[in-house]
């Protein structure tokens, strides 16, 4: 059991199982072979393209968080307007001066 030599960035193996224990930590399945230096070969991946081209990884959507809802505030009720007041009557009486005259004496 060895590693044989690196081709494309992947390792070429000289078992079978080495070449499906890096395919299976790699996000592969199966494995291909290749020879290198008369020897026979193997690496992971169904094929060169796919050993290559490495797992296909589809974007999971991130959850959104939920938002908290908020303390419902209660509506106020408007102030009710002011009622007019009627303007107090003076006090202190109506002032002097009048009319008519005092009478003169005879």
Do not use: C, F, R
């Amino acid at each position: 059991m060895a590693l044989l030599t690196i081709m494309d960035g992947i390792p070429l193996y000289s078992t079978i199982q080495e070449a499906i224990a890096w395919a299976t930590s790699n996000g592969l399945n199966g494995y291909h072979e290749h020879v290198y230096k008369e020897q026979l070969g193997y690496m992971g991946g169904t094929d060169h393209a796919a050993a290559i081209a490495g797992p296909i990884i589809v974007a999971t959507p991130v959850p959104m968080p939920t938002p908290m809802p908020t303390t419902p505030t209660t509506p106020t009720t408007p102030a009710a307007p002011a009622t007019p007041t009627t303007p107090a009557a003076p006090t202190g009486g109506t002032g002097g001066g009048g009319t008519g005259g005092g009478g003169g004496g005879y």
